[in-house]
């Protein structure tokens, strides 16, 4: 199990009130009621629509609450200004399937980018146009050759295979150090080695302070973490440490759930991890109504 971090960020408590969201009619949040602490490790799971997703967007003030109230070290996020809400987000880093990145610039320019927000307008342009400068520099290549693509910085993402471009996500994390980290499925795209590796550089970066919460498909994975919280129809229903994550309890959150069901079947699916024998890794998906 992954141990918890020695040095814990203070004040950055994630509260979330009788949460709800809906998109055209549909439920994709309802009453959602749960609390992370400053620091933590803590994996999500849940089928594809279970409002894994749609969690992250409510987080990062991305998407309308129906109802309920969201506070992060004490401040309501949706009553933020958004002079106040721009330098919180700053303070969030972010991982998303679609990896978010520019494909046209290099990855050692797309890393860079964790620095945006607390650069000026000039220094951005800058940025863009000619390169970090020679201390950003340092970071980015440092950042790189962490997550194993020192060889890749004058790459164009565009080029870049999609595992890689997945690391290049993490090493522009690793130059932003955030307080809060979302990741959406970080390890979709990657090989079981690869994945070790972001893994560690995830860790490496809650051991520093940030908090870490991970959105998975990959139940093995999650169960290496202190605590789960698994989602179905867009409530919580399981939270709590790892080890109570029984086989009964994962029949009841993935009940009905197809993908479980193939994996039950072939349980040593095609870049299964050995030494996981009846490991349920469920397919990639997004929450079907997070896409509105």
Request: net charge negative.
């Amino acid at each position: 199990m992954i141990s918890s971090p020695n040095n814990k960020s203070s004040g950055r408590v994630i509260l979330l009130e009788d949460v709800s969201v809906r998109f055209d009619g549909v439920a994709a949040l309802s009453d959602m009621t749960f609390e992370i602490e400053a620091g933590e490790q803590l994996a999500v799971i849940g089928t594809s629509g279970a409002g894994k997703s749609t969690l992250f967007r409510v987080l990062t003030r991305s998407v309308a609450l129906g109802s309920g109230r969201v506070t992060i070290g004490g401040q309501d996020l949706y009553s933020l200004s958004r002079r106040r809400l721009n330098g919180l987000r700053r303070r969030i880093g972010t991982i998303y399937q679609a990896y978010n990145l520019v494909p046209q610039l290099s990855a050692g320019v797309n890393a860079s980018l964790g620095e945006v927000g607390g650069m000026g307008s000039l220094r951005t342009l800058r940025a863009f146009l000619t390169g970090p400068d020679a201390g950003l520099s340092e970071r980015v290549r440092a950042a790189l050759e962490e997550i194993g693509l020192a060889d890749k910085a004058g790459v164009r993402t565009a080029d870049l295979s999609g595992g890689q471009q997945q690391r290049v996500a993490v090493a522009r994390l690793l130059v932003q150090r955030p307080d809060l980290i979302l990741a959406d499925e970080p390890f979709a795209a990657v090989d079981p080695v690869t994945t070790e590796r972001v893994l560690e550089t995830l860790l490496h970066l809650n051991s520093e302070g940030a908090t870490l919460v991970l959105n998975l498909h990959d139940v093995e994975i999650a169960r290496r973490f202190p605590r789960v919280v698994a989602l179905r129809e867009g409530r919580v229903v399981f939270d709590g440490p790892s080890e109570r994550l029984t086989e009964d309890e994962l029949a009841s959150i993935y009940a009905g759930d197809p993908s479980r069901e193939e994996s039950a079947r072939n349980p040593d699916p095609p870049f299964a991890r050995h030494g996981n024998e009846g490991a349920i890794r469920l397919t990639e998906g997004r929450d079907g109504v997070s896409s509105h």
